[in-house]
């Protein structure tokens, strides 16, 4: 199971790459900017990208940067999201990407094209919908009684 330290590793990219604010100017800092968001709101909060499979997640709609990376590298890795089953799964998940895009061969090419589209507004196959347990049949049993 990837765990956050095992994150560490990527600090110098990060420490490169990663806007004061914002998602910055060039694809390479969108690139950073997704994947750190999808790192960093799994291991603070158990956000995950597409919560309509086998891993519910919380409540923040992580799935624009998912689908920001799928459609403007093409991240086909992302994919996987529809088997995992576990929360292991899903940090590995997590791993594999960063280690694939962030290091410097991976992001050459990205740093002199001007930034696409927006990685907190993009429409792509993953999905979030809100889960309310309040709406559940909380109350159908006292309306028996």
């Given at each position: 199971?990837?765990?956050?330290?095992?994150?560490?590793?990527?600090?110098?990219?990060?420490?490169?790459?990663?806007?004061?604010?914002?998602?910055?100017?060039?694809?390479?800092?969108?690139?950073?900017?997704?994947?750190?968001?999808?790192?960093?709101?799994?291991?603070?909060?158990?956000?995950?990208?597409?919560?309509?499979?086998?891993?519910?997640?919380?409540?923040?709609?992580?799935?624009?940067?998912?689908?920001?990376?799928?459609?403007?590298?093409?991240?086909?890795?992302?994919?996987?999201?529809?088997?995992?089953?576990?929360?292991?799964?899903?940090?590995?998940?997590?791993?594999?990407?960063?280690?694939?895009?962030?290091?410097?061969?991976?992001l050459r090419p990205f740093t002199s094209i001007n930034k696409k589209g927006s990685i907190y507004d993009?429409?792509?196959?993953?999905?979030?919908?809100?889960?309310?347990?309040?709406?559940?049949?909380?109350?159908?049993?006292?309306?028996?009684?």
């Amino acid at each position: 199971m990837a765990k956050w330290s095992d994150f560490d590793q990527f600090d110098d990219i990060c420490h490169k790459y990663l806007p004061i604010r914002g998602e910055g100017d060039s694809m390479a800092t969108q690139i950073v900017t997704a994947i750190t968001k999808l790192v960093y709101k799994y291991y603070n909060d158990g956000d995950v990208f597409d919560n309509t499979y086998y891993l519910e997640g919380w409540a923040n709609d992580l799935s624009s940067y998912a689908n920001w990376l799928f459609t403007y590298i093409p991240l086909k890795e992302l994919e996987e999201i529809y088997e995992i089953r576990s929360e292991e799964e899903y940090s590995n998940l997590l791993y594999k990407i960063a280690n694939k895009c962030m290091n410097e061969e991976f992001l050459r090419p990205f740093t002199s094209i001007n930034k696409k589209g927006s990685i907190y507004d993009c429409d792509g196959p993953f999905k979030f919908e809100e889960h309310n347990d309040d709406d559940e049949g909380f109350y159908d049993d006292e309306e028996d009684e």
